[in-house]
Nanobody, 115 residues
Framework: QVQLMESGGGLVQPGGSLRLSCAAS????????VGWYRQAPGKQHELVAT???????NYAASVKGRFTISRDIAENTVYLQMSSLKPEDAAVYYC?????????WGQGTQVTVSS
């Protein structure tokens, strides 16, 4: 069973940038699609970015043009580069398969966007 661990969250001002990392316990190419999700208090998980094992990417309209999902196959890691951050981007960010597998939800990493 693959394990996924998120890191890289923190406090950033509006307009700032942050890079999140999702480290997998085995090759990410063994997963058909890895996604970054976010969850704000009182809200459902929102899928914001996906990378398929062939390298194709998808983005939610709310983040397209600002966020970039990428991977380092050798390091078994998927990244989310976030730029031009807005207060509404604040949430706990998780990585998981797409569609999500319930057993794969981890602790997530907190992203706070505030001045």
């Amino acid at each position: 069973q693959v394990q996924l661990m998120e890191s890289g969250g923190g406090l950033v001002q509006p307009g700032g940038s942050l890079r999140l990392s999702c480290a997998a316990s085995r090759s990410i190419l063994s997963i058909n699609a890895v996604g970054w999700y976010r969850q704000a208090p009182g809200k459902q998980h929102e899928l914001v970015a996906t990378i398929f094992n062939n390298g194709v990417t998808n983005y939610a309209a709310s983040v397209k043009g600002r966020f970039t999902i990428s991977r380092d196959i050798a390091e078994n890691t998927v990244y989310l580069q976030m730029s031009s951050l807005k207060p509404e981007d604040a949430a706990v960010y998780y990585c998981n398969t797409v569609p999500p597998w319930d057993d794969y939800w981890g602790q997530g990493t907190q992203v706070t966007v505030s001045s």
